[in-house]
């Protein structure tokens, strides 16, 4: 079994930015697609944005242009710069292995909370 360890979040103002980092305890390089989560209080856990090995990438539509995610296979990484950041983004972020998410595959670290306020 994969784990993922997530860092980098905390308290920040409207506006402001963070760099989440998670890595894998297994070889990214066979991971395709790799994703950040986020769950909101009440909420369900929602994809933000993905990549795959290719660097092909996609978004969510509510943080188009804010946030970006990149991988770094030899040091098992994957990372997610968020830019111009708003109360609605205050979440738990976690990232997976997206392609086991979406069939299905349902074991997530601790994750990593953001919270975005004035």
């Known amino acids: 079994q994969v784990n993922f360890v997530e860092s980098g979040g905390g308290l920040v103002q409207p506006g402001g930015s963070l760099k989440l980092s998670c890595v894998s305890s297994?070889?990214?390089?066979?991971?395709?697609?790799l994703g950040w989560y986020r769950q909101a209080p009440g909420k369900q856990r929602e994809l933000v944005a993905s990549?795959?090995?290719?660097?092909?990438?996609w978004y969510l539509d509510s943080v188009k242009g804010r946030f970006t995610i990149s991988r770094d296979n030899a040091k098992n990484t994957v990372y997610l710069q968020m830019t111009n950041l708003q109360p609605e983004d205050t979440a738990v972020y976690y990232c997976?292995?997206?392609?086991?998410?979406?069939?299905?595959?349902?074991?997530w670290g601790q994750g990593t909370q953001v919270t975005v306020s004035s």
């Open positions: 990549t795959n090995t290719g660097g092909t990438t």
């Open positions: 297994g070889s990214m390089a066979s991971q395709v697609w």
């Open positions: 997976n292995d997206a392609a086991r998410v979406g069939a299905g595959y349902n074991v």
